[in-house]
């Protein structure tokens, strides 16, 4: 069984977003990096960039594929996790925490197009 947290909102396509304050946290969850497994290259949106919800805002290279990772709300890339571009590995050990990817601003949030942990640990049962 994957970890998820409470305090997050989940995308059918794998992704959490932790909206706090007018800045959304994005990154991939424990159950994606483990589909994927060992992630060598990550690449980023230009900061700076707009985008909407569903957007391909950037991809992740594993050993095995390619997944592009989408935009789970509509905002503008802020900042992106630099760490990544040297130990793109942390996403495979910290998904939640050190393996964050990206950061947007947003100004309001439609959580009808979030899943909670109930709804998204129901999905990937």
Do not use: C, R
């Amino acid at each position: 069984m994957s970890n998820t947290l409470k305090n997050i909102y989940y995308t059918k396509d794998h992704e959490w977003v932790n909206i706090d304050n007018g800045i959304a946290t994005v990154g991939i969850t424990d159950y994606a990096q483990n589909e994927l497994g060992d992630i060598i290259f990550v690449e980023f949106p230009i900061i700076g960039s707009k985008y909407k919800i569903g957007d391909v805002i950037g991809t992740i290279e594993a050993v095995k594929t390619v997944a592009d990772l989408y935009s789970p709300i509509e905002g503008i890339i802020m900042k992106i996790n630099s760490l990544l571009e040297d130990e793109p590995g942390s996403l495979n050990k910290d998904p939640y925490g050190n393996g964050w990817l990206v950061k947007l601003s947003y100004h309001s949030v439609d959580l009808a197009t979030l899943l909670n942990i109930a709804e998204y640990n129901k999905l990937i049962k």
